[in-house]
Protein backbone atom coordinates (compact mmCIF):
# COMPACT_ATOMS: atom_id res chain seq x y z
CA UNK A 1 0.00 0.00 0.00
CA UNK A 2 1.66 3.28 -1.08
CA UNK A 3 1.84 6.04 1.25
CA UNK A 4 4.17 9.35 1.19
CA UNK A 5 8.29 9.00 2.11
CA UNK A 6 8.68 12.61 3.32
CA UNK A 7 7.35 14.70 0.99
CA UNK A 8 7.72 12.70 -2.29
CA UNK A 9 5.57 9.68 -3.32
CA UNK A 10 6.73 6.03 -3.18
CA UNK A 11 6.15 4.18 -6.19
CA UNK A 12 5.65 1.26 -4.68
CA UNK A 13 8.21 -0.65 -6.62
CA UNK A 14 11.56 0.33 -4.11
CA UNK A 15 12.49 2.93 -1.84
CA UNK A 16 16.06 4.24 -0.91
CA UNK A 17 17.15 6.85 1.37
CA UNK A 18 13.88 9.30 0.77
CA UNK A 19 14.80 11.92 3.75
CA UNK A 20 13.93 14.75 1.86
CA UNK A 21 12.15 16.92 4.74
CA UNK A 22 15.54 17.92 6.17
CA UNK A 23 15.23 20.71 3.08
CA UNK A 24 12.07 22.10 4.49
CA UNK A 25 13.50 22.20 8.20
CA UNK A 26 15.80 24.99 8.74
CA UNK A 27 16.85 23.71 12.45
CA UNK A 28 19.48 21.82 13.86
CA UNK A 29 18.25 18.50 11.60
CA UNK A 30 21.25 16.07 10.75
CA UNK A 31 22.03 12.78 8.75
CA UNK A 32 24.65 10.22 9.24
CA UNK A 33 25.03 7.14 7.12
CA UNK A 34 27.94 4.59 6.62
CA UNK A 35 27.98 1.30 4.13
CA UNK A 36 30.62 -1.37 4.07
CA UNK A 37 30.27 -4.87 2.35
CA UNK A 38 30.33 -7.72 4.77
CA UNK A 39 30.97 -11.19 2.92
CA UNK A 40 29.68 -10.31 -0.20
CA UNK A 41 26.78 -7.91 1.21
CA UNK A 42 26.71 -4.33 0.25
CA UNK A 43 24.96 -2.94 3.73
CA UNK A 44 24.47 0.93 4.34
CA UNK A 45 22.42 2.03 7.44
CA UNK A 46 21.74 5.72 7.51
CA UNK A 47 19.35 7.90 10.49
CA UNK A 48 18.59 11.26 10.62
CA UNK A 49 17.06 13.51 12.34
CA UNK A 50 14.99 16.48 11.57
CA UNK A 51 14.82 18.62 14.22
CA UNK A 52 10.99 19.33 14.10
CA UNK A 53 9.89 16.93 11.44
CA UNK A 54 10.87 14.01 12.44
CA UNK A 55 13.22 10.87 12.50
CA UNK A 56 14.25 8.20 10.10
CA UNK A 57 16.38 5.01 10.12
CA UNK A 58 17.00 3.18 6.93
CA UNK A 59 18.90 -0.33 6.53
CA UNK A 60 19.48 -1.36 2.78
CA UNK A 61 21.23 -5.11 2.36
CA UNK A 62 21.98 -6.12 -1.24
CA UNK A 63 23.99 -9.00 -3.14
CA UNK A 64 24.70 -9.71 -6.39
CA UNK A 65 24.63 -13.42 -7.21
CA UNK A 66 25.98 -12.88 -11.01
CA UNK A 67 26.27 -9.98 -12.76
CA UNK A 68 22.71 -9.84 -13.86
CA UNK A 69 21.27 -11.24 -11.19
CA UNK A 70 20.82 -9.07 -7.71
CA UNK A 71 18.57 -8.98 -4.31
CA UNK A 72 18.00 -6.48 -2.02
CA UNK A 73 15.93 -6.15 1.14
CA UNK A 74 15.44 -2.41 2.82
CA UNK A 75 13.98 -2.13 6.08
CA UNK A 76 12.79 1.62 6.64
CA UNK A 77 11.35 3.27 10.28
CA UNK A 78 10.24 6.79 9.79
CA UNK A 79 9.09 8.72 12.99
CA UNK A 80 6.93 11.89 11.85
CA UNK A 81 7.04 14.79 14.48
CA UNK A 82 3.00 14.87 14.26
CA UNK A 83 2.74 10.78 14.69
CA UNK A 84 2.99 9.11 17.72
CA UNK A 85 3.23 5.79 15.70
CA UNK A 86 6.41 4.70 13.76
CA UNK A 87 5.88 3.83 10.38
CA UNK A 88 7.71 0.33 9.68
CA UNK A 89 8.31 -1.14 5.64
CA UNK A 90 10.00 -3.80 5.01
CA UNK A 91 10.99 -4.36 1.24
CA UNK A 92 12.65 -7.27 -0.83
CA UNK A 93 13.66 -6.93 -4.08
CA UNK A 94 14.70 -9.14 -7.22
CA UNK A 95 16.72 -7.37 -10.01
CA UNK A 96 17.28 -9.65 -13.23
CA UNK A 97 19.00 -7.00 -15.75
CA UNK A 98 18.93 -8.34 -19.77
Avoid: C, P, R
Avoid at 54 to 68: N, P
Wanted: charged share 20%.
Amino acid sequence: NDALAGYIGVDGLYTSMWMQFAGNDVGSSYKVAASTDINGVSTSVAYADFDEAGKEFDLILGYSYTDAISFDAIFTNTNYAEDEEDDKAFEFIATYKF
